[in-house]
Each structure stands twice: as structure tokens, then as C-alpha cells.
């Protein structure tokens, strides 16, 4: 099955700095890619999603990578705020259910 | 229109004891799909289900979980003679179809605990 690996664990930035979050997943044939936001307490809210035949997605100030061939994608972040702190998941799905990462907690500062 | 709802936001069982956990999905969606979290850890697949069918039940272990989703009313999902490895957040999930790139919408979880 489908395995998601999600790099850092937590990632301290300063208000105003970007975030960068890394995911790999192992299927090639894994065709969407959703992040998640997850505070405290709450469930997790989806924030953007990216398809396999894009390449860049952007929503203000985030943005989603995806490189299939090398099955990796990432989470953009700019202009960080405090609420903006949170744990981030990223996702992969073949059909129906999602893979999940283990998460990164992300810590703006202002 | 409300959200996905899940009751009770937080249970306490003593070890041997039923859980049921319940989910009522947004209005118009007919898949749900149960997730568990535990501390530190992302979500895992439980179990996909459609009105009155499990499509897809291989992350639940085979022994005293179960899952429904009935015609009518919230989707179920029982956990007979827990033990304390249980202890853990649960998510319910709904979506308005199965389609693999459709939203899925979360619930705000049922922590339980298992003493």
C-alpha cells in the first residue's frame, strides 16, 4: 500500500519568514495530494489540494508542489503569521482514502 | 448546513467496555470514512462506507471493531472489550461522492479513553 513520509517534524520560523513542508509517497500511481491544517483540539480542515497532472498549485500565500517523478511534493507557506500555527498533514490517495503523513507542527513567532 | 458532527466529543471507558462512536455526515453526503490518531501520529484509515455498505474495510483490525452507516441515521462505529491500546482520537469524514480527488470534510474528532 501506499506509504507517506513528511518531513520536518516541527519547523520554527519568525512572523514574516517562509515555511517549507516536505512530503514523498511510495505508489506511483497515487493521483491526488491534499494538505491539511489541524489545530488544537479541532479536526483536521483541508487548505489546498493539488492534482498528479499539475505541476504548482498557489492560493495566496500558500502553495503546493508536486514532482512525480520523483514522487515528492511540498507545502509553500510565505509570509507566515501566528496563526498560521498549527500541524500540518499532507496526503496521498490512489482511489478513495487518504495516506497521511505523520505531520509537522509548525511555530510562528511574532 | 452543518458540518460533519461527531458524538461524544470525548468518552472514557473502562477496559472491557463497549465504544460507540457516532458521525452524522454534512447534508448530502453519502461517504464516510473513520480514521484513528494517535498521540504524535498522523491519521490512519479505518474503514470507507457508503449508506448501508463497507466498501472498503482494510485498516480495521479484524476483532472487535465494527463500523455501519445505515439508511437512516449517523454512521456507528463499535469497539467491544477495549483495552488501553485503543486510547486515541477518532475522525469521522464525509464527502458527497467517492471520487478520489473530492473534498473530504472532517469531523471534530471523539477522543477516547480507555482506563
Known amino acids: 500500500g501506499e506509504n507517506v513520509e513528511q518531513h520536518p517534524s516541527t519547523l520554527s520560523v519568525q512572523e514574516g519568514d517562509s515555511a517549507v513542508i516536505k512530503c514523498t509517497y511510495s505508489?506511483?500511481?497515487?493521483?491526488?495530494f491534499p494538505w491539511y491544517k489541524q489545530e488544537l483540539g479541532k479536526g483536521p480542515q483541508l487548505i489546498i489540494d493539488?492534482?498528479?497532472?499539475?505541476g504548482e498549485k498557489k492560493d495566496q500565500r500558500i502553495a503546493v508542489t508536486l514532482n512525480k517523478t520523483a514522487k515528492h511534493f511540498s507545502l509553500h507557506i510565505t509570509e507566515t503569521q501566528p496563526e498560521d500555527s498549527a500541524v500540518y498533514f499532507c496526503?496521498?490517495?490512489?482511489?478513495?482514502?487518504?495516506?497521511f503523513g505523520k505531520g509537522t507542527m509548525l511555530l510562528v513567532s511574532p | 448546513n452543518a458540518g460533519v458532527m461527531q458524538n461524544p466529543r470525548h468518552l472514557v471507558r473502562r477496559r472491557g467496555q463497549e465504544a460507540r462512536l457516532r458521525c452524522s455526515p454534512m447534508?448530502?453526503?453519502?461517504?464516510v470514512y473513520w480514521y484513528r490518531q494517535l498521540p504524535e501520529e498522523g491519521l490512519k484509515f479505518m474503514v470507507y462506507?457508503?449508506?448501508?455498505?463497507?466498501?472498503?474495510e482494510s485498516g480495521m483490525p479484524k476483532e472487535r471493531f465494527s463500523a455501519e452507516f445505515p439508511k437512516e441515521g449517523p454512521s456507528i462505529l463499535r469497539i467491544q472489550q477495549v483495552v488501553r491500546g485503543d486510547s486515541a482520537a477518532y475522525f469521522c469524514?464525509?464527502?458527497?461522492?467517492?471520487?478520489?480527488?473530492?473534498?473530504?470534510?472532517f469531523g471534530q474528532g471523539t477522543r477516547l479513553t480507555v482506563v
Open positions: 496526503a496521498a490517495t490512489l482511489y478513495s482514502t487518504l495516506t
Open positions: 469524514a464525509s464527502s458527497p461522492s467517492g471520487a478520489y480527488d473530492t473534498e473530504a470534510f
Open positions: 447534508k448530502g453526503h453519502s461517504h
Open positions: 505508489d506511483s500511481a497515487s493521483n491526488y
Open positions: 462506507l457508503q449508506k448501508e455498505n463497507i466498501i472498503d
Open positions: 493539488i492534482r498528479s497532472n499539475v
